[in-house]
């Protein structure tokens, strides 16, 4: 386990539709990354939040935006689906000094 | 940006044999870690390694900075090690925090 918590683990939804995506970070860490990957391909880059600011930007569509909270929480909204952004979307939490990244168990989003 | 290679892209093994897998970075980094992707998806840390070696049971690693490459040595491989490993890079990005490049990975099948 590595503490990073993430929901839902598997979501099936229509084109069309928006959906939401939440991580809670390791107890401590103030960075939250969001990775995509689509099947059997590596880990793209989205978005990184450094205690509640975003700080890095990578292939993240318009389509998609991202926010972390107060709390540290950070959620993943989705819209506009397509079958193409079926994937497995990852959180990852970083503590500040040695940067290390910790994965969440990921959430499985199938567009149908 | 930062370029990352691992090689071999494939590997099939007997159980018990022995491999290396290599990870070939393009610039100095500050970070590098592996991971091992389970078949069921799942983001598995193994090592945290900006520089020396590390062993964690039959799982090893070297960095060697100063010449942009990492190892993985899986020694006595069992079929659990199958699945797909990936070296990230990391170095610190001009909003002060850190920035990862993923390799495309090397997919281990180990038979039985």
């Known amino acids: 386990d590595s503490g990073v918590t993430q929901t839902p683990k598997h979501l099936i939804t229509a084109t069309g539709q928006r959906v939401t995506l939440r991580c809670s970070p390791r107890s401590g860490d103030l960075s939250v990354y969001w990775y995509q990957q689509s099947l059997d391909q590596g880990l793209q880059f989205l978005i990184q939040y450094y205690n509640g600011e975003e700080r890095a930007k990578g292939n993240i569509l318009e389509r998609f935006s991202a926010q972390q909270f107060p709390d540290l929480h950070s959620e993943l909204n989705l819209s506009s689906l397509e079958l193409g952004d079926s994937a497995l979307y990852f959180c990852?939490?970083?503590?500040?000094?040695?940067?290390?990244?910790?994965f969440g168990e990921g959430s499985r989003l199938t567009v149908l | 940006g930062i370029q990352v290679e691992q090689s071999p892209p494939d590997l099939i093994l007997q159980e018990g044999a022995n491999s290396t897998l290599r990870c070939n970075f393009s610039?100095?980094?500050?970070?590098l870690q592996w991971f091992h992707q389970n078949p069921w998806g799942q983001l598995i840390n193994l090592f945290y390694?900006?520089?020396g070696t590390k062993q964690n049971g039959r799982l090893s690693a070297t960095t060697v900075a100063t010449e942009r490459y990492s190892l993985l040595y899986i020694s006595s491989s069992q079929t659990t090690d199958s699945g797909v490993y990936f070296c990230a890079v990391g170095g610190v990005s001009t909003s002060g925090t850190y920035k990862y490049i993923f390799g495309t990975g090397t997919r281990l099948k180990v038979l039985a």
């Open positions: 390694i900006p520089s």
């Open positions: 990852a939490s970083s503590p500040e000094y040695t940067g290390e990244l910790f």
């Open positions: 610039d100095s980094v500050n970070n």
